[in-house]
């Protein structure tokens, strides 16, 4: 599988770690009256459709730049690769 | 022009005959010269067999080389490149090929038919393990494994293209010419050592000159181009995703030569232009499997391109208009329902019987059921080939190709050149390639009808190289297989090395007409990389033995290995275990002595393992704060703190001391079997949960080589080293202080007062560059103190002797409250893990707690894994209390030690349990202690 | 005392093949500089400054008076510096005034320079990158056979590959191990 960093190019998968679903991004906020029941679908509940999916692969022999790649989980065709981090805004 | 060059002989044995063949041969085409019928005996009834193709869709000639000792089984005769001094044996026949006493089996085969180890061979019980299936496994197999290690070296290797041709006939070469003259990038990769596909075979013009010639100037041109690479005897066995191929290459078939003998390739592809071509079927008809009976094209291929007869009286059996290119002195044509009945000649054929009646005298029977291309690497990402009615044959699914795949040539069902060439350009236009007219050539049509089976009683062989027959199929579905991959599973059709490229679509076609479906709603088994054979050593290419994975020294190893060391494998990382002195009877003497040694006085150990990460940012104090449950943000400069760190489920994930050196910087430790996870953890942390914290984070395991200098002498003997105006009094350096400083006359080193050990301890780092220097400078300078080297079991009794939790206790199912350390999580913060931590299941009463074990009868051993048991309770699971986690000798004690989890293991000290070994079958009484064994005030830390 | 001596990790290899030569490289430090949050206009004149040129762009490096620099990621380079000067980190840190955080990382590293006329023919079954195509001023990291590289392309037929030092050895004999297949040995 090739990863087409935003910055490097397309690499081989073999580069990068697999976390999981992108929504391990938006850690729930600890302080909530709901903060257990949040967290435990945060860390548990998935949709996981067959179809384009948001995931998270850390491209630990290259630049340990987190990605988020947007991926169809059938046909494997990856239709985006952001930066995780310039996703919340703060680079560009 | 000629392929053949008499002018270079090159002997060969088979099965112990010598012969002579060609430069320019394979072993099938130098056997057929020598005359040589009989080449092998089929898997199950182990009938007698001859060459039946030509190249590697052969299913019957497949031989054993040998050399040097070892033998590599299952090589097709059609696919080795003949070489002097090439030693090749038959398989399956013994004693001999000639004379098999497994051809009894033949005339079993009413009781041997498809699945009869289903429902033979089934009583006595017992008689199946020991007697029945070892016979059958004797019997059964084809080649012979030879027990002694490969003496070839594989090599794996990455290629980049722009385009990637895949087959060297015309549709192939003119494809790559078209792709080189506009400048791309192109691969060339030929399964073949000779460029040219089915011009090899055919009698065809091209510019009204031999084609060959064509071919040849073809490949001169492509040879010339900077940009155009072609790799010879190179199959692509895999079509994966995103434009990766994987393909073979074979560099020679010769055993134990001084380079790789194959390649193993990873092509990198924006586009690829598959022109693999067109494998011919044969028809099944009954005795269709004896020597002399081949396929039509093959028997082209060996008069053509190899310049000898398969036989004097060539019959010609065929649906097609194809084949009638085939030289041959009897036309059976199916289309004017003109059939073969059945052959006679076992071990060489005879004649053939028609069904007219008449009895022809035939040495040879050219085959055409028509043509099957090679759709196979269109379908490796699940597509299915789509039938086509008219040319009678499986086409690639246009629908669903692969990314940027094109389909040319016969591989695409144009079976006659000038579709060939109309199928270059059009792909080339599609390209960009701007290609040139097709050049003039051959008008041919392809007329084809449908015809698969000559029904009749006698057996009619469908897949040759597993023994599969059109009864076979047809009891398959009378048994209720009637799904094609049930058929293929429970006949095994297409399932031998072969993997069907002769016989699959016969047998889908009478499994049909069993059923009563058409072709298309039979449908076909999913196809699967590889296309042909990939030997295991090519996947591993140079990765085995010591060179599986990589070895990982600390900067001690040198040192180590001169004081002799016994190693052990951690991970990659090669650590001392001990280091066993002469006169030391095993390893418990060593380790003893180390500990009584290091506790006693002084021991040195390399910690330079355990993994380091450099942490520098205004918010480094708050992104620690948010990673550890305790705090760090306002940790002094110059000090220490042991820090544990949770997963966001609340599982204790990893634990180490982190150090502060100013405001903006800190060095956190991690253990050496967590190194990278936490790195990935923190830099997890940093992008996508913190990303507004300005920290930053790189691996500093390796920049520093970092020794344990531990016991009562250790302060003394590091004054020795580390230069005198940097004070290491306990005053000025007490317990859990850090400090940058100098050592050995101003080489700059780091120093942590930490101990893992309970002794009073430190650890000194330096740039690794100075690691050997100063591990020898550290053992010279503790002579005086009769200072040892300890390894990683001396360091683990230590740390268990102290009620240290390691890697054991920090197994991925306890928490903070399980190790004893739930006061230790911070109330006031946030940190990764505290909220899940809270769950009911993980804070009940009865949680299992980490305390320590000794023996009731101290000469008892404990032994790691023991679960407790209560005294009075049945030493069954369900009564479960828990587990021993960690077990040592204390030399200090004299008696064994433990830790293990209990269910509300803080409440019981003192309670009296049974440690039962369920894998040992033993169980002996503990009781419950504090885990802190030796020192258990910690006076010696703080001395 | 006198100082403590200091040891390269592959102890100065070094060995010619028929168009390849193998050479380690070890008279440089490295150091890691991570640009502090929002100081990336200050960081890049102050590096203007210090070496002459604006700071790498992604998967390449610059060439300076005394060394090179190396994108590693984003605001995040490796500065190389010939010579020996074990505390580079700290003069860096002073250089860039509180706008970058210095790490020294040259022990972290061993460094072979694979060079010649069939340099490439070694790389292909090496180095998973494209880097026959790829500029001079070329620079990325990978793996190869499991283990960690930097590659950094010199000229059109030399390379620098950075393998972490604990393995180094591995990676030596890896290197070796391909190129005797493809070529003969004369020293």
Wanted: aromatic content about 10%.
């Amino acid at each position: 599988m090739i990863i087409n960093h935003p910055l490097l190019g397309p690499r081989d998968a073999s580069e990068f770690v697999y976390l999981g679903d992108a929504s391990l991004m938006n850690r729930p906020n600890p302080k909530s009256e709901t903060a257990a029941e949040d967290f435990h679908a945060y860390m548990y509940l998935r949709d996981n459709p067959p179809g384009e999916h948001r995931e998270l692969w850390f491209h630990e022999q290259g630049d340990r730049s987190w990605l988020i790649v947007t991926r169809n989980t059938l046909t494997h065709e990856i239709t985006k690769v952001e930066l995780a981090r310039s996703s919340k805004g703060l680079i560009t | 022009m000629s392929l053949i060059n008499k002018n270079i002989p090159l002997s060969f044995t088979f099965d112990g005959k010598s012969y002579f063949g060609f430069e320019g041969d394979t072993l099938a085409s130098a056997l057929i010269r020598n005359k040589v019928r009989l080449v092998g005996r089929s898997f199950k009834y182990h009938r007698p067999r001859g060459i039946m193709g030509a190249g590697s869709e052969e299913p019957n000639a497949l031989v054993e080389i040998h050399a040097d000792g070892v033998c590599e089984p299952n090589r097709r005769a059609t696919t080795i490149k003949l070489f002097d001094g090439l030693s090749a044996k038959s398989q399956n026949g013994s004693p001999s090929l000639g004379f098999d006493v497994l051809a009894i089996n033949d005339w079993l085969s009413p009781f041997l038919s498809t699945g009869f180890y289903y429902k033979t061979f089934m009583w006595p019980k017992a008689f199946w393990e020991k007697v029945y299936e070892p016979a059958i496994r004797r019997a059964a197999g084809l080649g012979k494994i030879i027990q002694k290690p490969d003496p070839d070296s594989y090599d794996k290797g990455f290629l980049h293209c722009d385009v990637l041709v895949i087959g060297g006939g015309p549709a192939g070469l003119q494809a790559a010419l078209d792709a080189g003259r506009v400048g791309k990038r192109v691969i060339l990769a030929n399964d073949d050592f000779v460029l040219g596909g089915r011009l090899l075979s055919d009698p065809i013009l091209i510019n009204d000159k031999p084609s060959i010639e064509w071919a040849q100037n073809v490949e001169a041109e492509l040879r010339s181009m900077d940009n155009v690479r072609i790799l010879e005897r190179t199959t692509v066995y895999g079509a994966y995703d995103h434009g990766i191929f994987g393909a073979l290459e074979t560099k020679t078939d010769e055993i134990g030569g001084s380079g790789a003998r194959m390649v193993l390739w990873k092509i990198y592809s924006k586009a690829s232009i598959l022109a693999a071509g067109a494998t011919e079927r044969p028809i099944a008809f009954a005795n269709n499997d004896r020597p002399g009976i081949m396929l039509a094209s093959a028997v082209r291929t060996y008069q053509k391109r190899f310049e000898v007869d398969p036989g004097v009286n060539i019959a010609l059996f065929s649906n097609n208009n194809n084949a009638l290119s085939t030289l041959h002195k009897v036309l059976i044509d199916a289309r004017e329902n003109e059939f073969v009945i059945d052959t006679q000649g076992r071990k060489s054929l005879k004649s053939i019987r028609l069904n007219d009646g008449r009895n022809i005298k035939a040495d040879c029977l050219a085959v055409s059921g028509g043509w099957n291309p090679n759709v196979h690497l269109t379908c490796h990402q699940r597509s299915r080939p789509v039938w086509d009615e008219k040319k009678s044959c499986f086409l690639p699914n246009i629908n669903s190709l692969p990314k940027n795949m094109h389909v040319i040539g016969a591989a695409n069902g144009n079976f006659t050149m000038s579709e060939v060439f109309e199928s270059v350009r059009l792909t080339g236009k599609a390209l960009g390639h701007k290609p040139a007219d097709s050049p003039p050539t051959d008008s041919e049509t392809y007329e084809v009808t449908a015809f698969w089976h000559v029904k009749g009683k006698k057996r009619a062989w469908v897949d040759y190289q597993n023994d599969v027959t059109a009864k076979d199929i047809t009891l398959a579905h009378q048994e209720g297989f009637s799904s094609v991959e049930h058929v293929k599973r429970y006949t095994t059709l297409g399932m031998a090395t072969d993997q069907g490229r002769t016989s699959n679509v016969i047998g889908l076609a009478i499994l049909a007409d069993a059923t009563g479906q058409t072709i298309p709603e039979t449908g076909t088994t999913i196809f699967r990389p590889p296309f042909t054979p990939v030997p295991i050593g090519a996947f591993a290419g140079p990765h085995k033995e010591q060179h599986f994975k990589p070895t990982r020294l600390t900067p001690s190893h040198k040192y180590a290995e001169e004081s002799g060391a016994t190693f052990v494998e951690t991970g990659y990382w090669k650590r001392s275990q001990w280091f066993a002195k002469e006169g030391e009877q095993g390893w418990r003497d060593s380790v003893d002595r180390e500990v009584i040694t290091t506790r006693g006085s002084v021991g040195i150990c390399d910690v330079s393992t355990l993994g380091k990460i450099d942490i520098q940012g205004k918010d480094a104090g708050a992104f620690l704060n948010k990673v550890y449950v305790n705090s760090f943000k306002l940790l002094k400069p110059s000090k220490c703190r042991y820090g544990l760190m949770l997963r966001e489920d609340g599982i204790a994930m990893d634990d180490g001391t982190s150090a502060r050196f100013s405001d903006t910087h800190y060095v956190m430790t991690t253990t050496t079997a967590n190194a990278g996870t936490v790195f990935r953890h923190l830099e997890f942390a940093r992008q996508c949960l913190f990303p507004e914290m300005d920290v930053h984070l790189i691996s500093t395991t390796e920049q520093w080589a970092q020794y344990s200098v531990a016991g009562p002498n250790a302060r003394k003997l590091l004054q020795k080293i580390v230069d005198p105006e940097h004070d290491i009094s306990n005053e000025a350096f007490p317990y859990m202080a850090c400090g940058q400083v100098t050592v050995c006359g101003g080489t700059r080193a780091r120093i942590f007062r930490l101990s893992f050990s309970g002794e009073l301890a430190y650890e000194i780092a330096v740039p690794t560059r100075y690691g050997d220097a100063l591990i020898r400078k550290l053992m010279n300078a503790g002579e005086e103190f009769g200072v040892c080297m300890y390894g990683t079991e001396a360091l683990g009794v230590m740390r268990i002797e102290k009620g240290h939790a390691a890697g054991n206790e920090l197994n991925g199912q306890t928490t903070a409250g399980h190790l004893g350390l739930g006061g230790f999580v911070s109330k006031k913060k946030d940190c990764i893990g505290k909220v899940l931590s809270q769950r009911e299941g993980l804070i009940a009463d009865d949680a299992l707690r980490l305390v320590g074990f000794v023996a009731v009868d101290p000469s008892d051993q404990i032994t790691n894994g023991a679960h407790f048991i209560n005294i009075g309770d049945d030493r069954i699971a369900t009564n479960d209390q828990g587990y021993m986690s960690s077990v040592a000798y204390s030399p200090e004690l004299g008696h064994y030690v433990g830790l293990g989890f209990l269910k509300s293991g803080a409440n019981r000290k003192g309670d009296e349990l049974w440690a039962v070994d369920f894998v040992r079958n033993h169980h002996i009484k503990v009781r419950v202690v504090s885990p802190h064994f030796v020192d258990p005030d910690g006076e010696r830390l703080r001395g | 005392m006198a100082n403590l001596t200091l040891q390269s990790p592959l102890s100065g290899h070094s060995r010619k093949y028929l168009g390849i030569t193998l050479r380690e490289m070890s008279d440089f430090e490295i150091v890691s500089i991570a640009v502090v949050n929002g100081e990336e206009t200050n960081f890049g004149k102050m590096f203007k400054k210090a070496f002459d040129a604006a700071p790498p762009s992604p998967a390449t490096f610059s060439q300076t008076k005394t060394g090179k620099v190396l994108w590693t990621g984003q605001s995040q380079y490796f500065l190389f510096q010939d010579g020996q000067d074990d505390r580079l980190d700290e003069a860096l840190a002073k250089t860039f005034e509180g706008k970058a955080y210095t790490t020294l990382q040259t022990d972290g590293w061993a460094a072979v320079e694979v060079a010649g006329s069939r340099v490439h023919d070694l790389l292909e079954r090496f180095i998973p990158l494209d880097i026959s195509h790829a500029k001079i001023g070329f620079g990325a990291r990978t793996t190869a056979h499991h283990m960690s590289v930097l590659v950094m392309k010199t000229s059109e037929d030399t390379y620098e590959l950075l393998t972490p030092r604990s393995s180094s050895k591995t990676f030596l004999e890896a290197l070796e191990h391909v190129t005797g297949h493809i070529s003969r040995a004369r020293t």
